[in-house]
């Protein structure tokens, strides 16, 4: 079965500088899709960015990057330039592929941003 | 359009009693999923349907838990009869079908925080 695994529970960063949050997923799929996540205090969940599978050019949204590293299944996310508002809790998610459409996430990753 | 509609946002029920929780995907969206959010098991999927079908429940915790999806355009997830167990924040999200867009990512509601005393 397909699993995702966020080993960090939690982190901590200074204000302006950057931060890595690490995501690993188990499957047998060639074709899926990953995500990250993000919730607020809110509980709103936010998507922060998107990767498909067979792109190997790893995905970019403003100060938020990824290192996609496929044949290690690993998919983690670059916070760059910290903001006071990026502290939240961090989903990392895999969708299956196909017709199937299925959606599981890891456990979450929270991130305090220091001042 | 006015996203993923879940109501009610907060639910306090006695323990025993009946409760329904109801999510509106978005229009077109063929994918609707139920989570589960606790501070122990974090996100976990209970059921997600395709084209109103529902494709793998093997994530509902017991038969207490029931869900529906009538129609397009609404769901449900029933818990009969509650247990303060089942307190948590309970998520719908809906997605379009891969491969008819470009971006498949699941879009969740605000959620309804569920509390059974």
């Known amino acids: 079965a397909q699993t995702v695994t966020q080993s960090q529970p939690e982190m901590s960063v200074q204000e302006a500088e950057t931060v890595t949050l690490s995501c690993t997923y188990d499957?047998?799929?060639?074709?899926?899709?990953l995500f990250w996540y993000k919730q607020p205090p809110s509980r709103q969940m936010i998507l922060v960015i998107r990767?498909?599978?067979?792109?190997?050019q790893n995905a970019t949204e403003n100060r938020f990057s990824v290192n996609f590293q496929k044949a290690a299944k690993s998919f983690s996310l670059k916070i760059s330039d910290s903001q006071l508002g990026d502290a939240a809790m961090y989903f990392c998610?895999?969708?299956?592929?196909?017709?199937?459409?299925?959606?599981?996430f890891g456990t979450g990753t929270l991130l305090a941003v220091q001042p | 359009d006015a996203g993923v509609i879940q109501s009610p946002r907060h639910e306090v029920t006695e323990m025993g009693q009946e409760v329904t929780l109801r999510c509106k995907p978005i229009?077109?969206?063929?994918?609707l999923f139920w989570y589960r959010q606790t501070m122990m098991r974090g996100l976990e999927l209970l059921i997600y349907?395709?084209?109103?079908?529902?494709?793998?429940d093997s994530g509902m915790p017991e038969d207490r838990f029931s869900a529906k999806m009538p129609n397009a355009s609404f769901s449900t997830l029933k818990i009969q009869p509650s247990e303060p167990r089942d307190s948590a924040v309970y998520f719908c999200?809906?997605?379009?079908?891969?491969?008819?867009?470009?971006?498949?990512?699941?879009?969740f509601g605000q959620g309804t925080r569920l509390t059974v005393v």
């Open positions: 999200a809906s997605s379009p079908r891969p491969g008819l867009v470009m971006n498949t990512e699941a879009f």
């Open positions: 499957t047998s799929e060639s074709d899926y899709y």
């Open positions: 990767q498909e599978a067979y792109k190997q």
């Open positions: 998610a895999y969708k299956y592929g196909g017709a199937t459409n299925k959606l599981i």
């Open positions: 229009s077109g969206h063929n994918s």
């Open positions: 349907f395709n084209n109103n079908v529902p494709i793998d």
